[in-house]
Each structure stands twice: as C-alpha cells, then as structure tokens.
C-alpha cells in the first residue's frame, strides 16, 4: 500500500491559505473531537480498522445457505414444542436485529469524530440489515414480538435504551449525557448482542446438532461470527471512552 503524505511542505502556487491545518493523530477522540472527520488518516484507533478489513473477510448472504432440507424438517420432522422454540427464537431475533441496526446506524454512528470507528460501523449496519434477512429467509413470523410476554419485555428494555441515546438534546460534554450514552452503547453491545442474542442461537444450534434445521443452523453460525465482532468492537469503543473522557461508571445508571 502506498503510504503519501499530501500536506505541502513549502508554499507553493495553488496553496490554499485558508485550509485547516493537517490532522494530528493525538487529537483525535472516539466522541468530543475536533479534527476533520472526513480524513481517515492517519488512524489513531487502527483496530478499528483491522474491524472493518476483518468483517469483509467474513461476507456472506443468506442465499449463500440451501433451506430445502428446513423446510422439509419443519412439516414433517420437528415436534411441536421444538416449532414453538424455533418460530419464537426467530421472531425475536428478527426484531432484535433491527433495532441493533437503528442503534448503530442512528444513535451510535453519528456521534462518533474518528473516521476509522464509523467506518466499521457503517459495516456493522449493514450485517445488522443481512442478519435480519437471513432470519426472514428461515421463515417468516409477524408481530409476535408484540404479543409474547417473554419477547416484547426484552424488546422494551431495548427501546428504553434506545431512546435514551437518540435524544435530540444529547451533549456528550455534558457528564450525565455522556454517561447515558455509554451505558446504552454498552447495553446493546455486551447485554443485547452479546449475552440476549448467544442465548436465543443456542435453540437452534441444539437442534442442528441432532441433524434438523441445517440452514438455519448455518447461517446463525455465520451471524454469530458477526455477532462475536461486534460485542468485542463496543467494548473498545466503551473502555477508549472511559480513558479518554476519565468517566466512572455509576452503580445507578
């Protein structure tokens, strides 16, 4: 990769004498930062970085996966109570996904003032999107996150959360704001993607064990690879901010 520093050494004809001045890789901030976000070098966080060209390597789509044998396993092989499992682990996920995507995409992005993190980001709403595709290519299930008690209390606390970071009024120097932000931040990270979504696989995992429901299987296996880089990138994210912004977490939020 060719490395070229196009900042002007010496004055010269075409110099542009109102320009800002380069960016400098020490004042760059994951929130609260005052360089240019549309230059992405050099990086200050270049894990982010190594995020995005990793997440790449993981591409996939659902019409990668055969389902034939799923849908010949769900009329005639699974028992009743392993349907009930399986359509309410896939109408939450469904849900969930898209309200990770809204998370990411509209309250978590454009606080961001390092290039390098939203980039990986942008990545990160886009598998959110695929993961939703996929669990509608498994099957398709309307508004039962709406009426199962189970699923919509955790899809409330989701929205809680959600709302809280997405406040129009939101300043992240102001300490309490800041605190909100992170703790929704870390909620969806740690609790929503990486504890809520592990345990809604587990299901189907058990039953692609015993040779039923491969596809879906398969396709949570690729998601949960996802999944797996997206709970360990916010909690980067989160610590960078706690060390950068000198934050403790308090009990009560």
Known sequence: MLDWDDEPKTASKGTNPGAPAPVNVDDKRVVNGNTDINQLAPFKYPWAWEYFINANKNHWTPLDVNMAQDVHDYHHRLTAPEKHVYENVLAYLTTSDILAMR?????????????ELQIYQARQVYEEAMH???????IEIYNRYRVVP????????????????????????????LQ????????????????WFYNGFSPIFALQRRGLMRGTGEQLQ????????????????VNQILEEENITFDPKA
């Open 222 to 237: 690729y998601i949960l690879r996802d999944e797996a880089m997206h709970f360990s990138f916010g909690l980067n994210v």
């Open 180 to 195: 909100a932000f992170i703790m929704s931040y870390l909620f969806f990270a740690a609790v929503f993607e990486g504890s």
């Open 132 to 138: 939703t595709w996929a669990y509608q290519h498994c």
């Open 150 to 177: 189970a699923i919509n209390g955790k899809i409330q606390i989701a929205n809680h959360r959600l709302d809280a970071a997405m406040r129009p009024d939101m300043n992240l120097r102001n300490r309490d704001d």
């Open 103 to 115: 998370n990411i995409g509209l309250a978590v992005m454009e606080k961001m003032s390092a290039p």
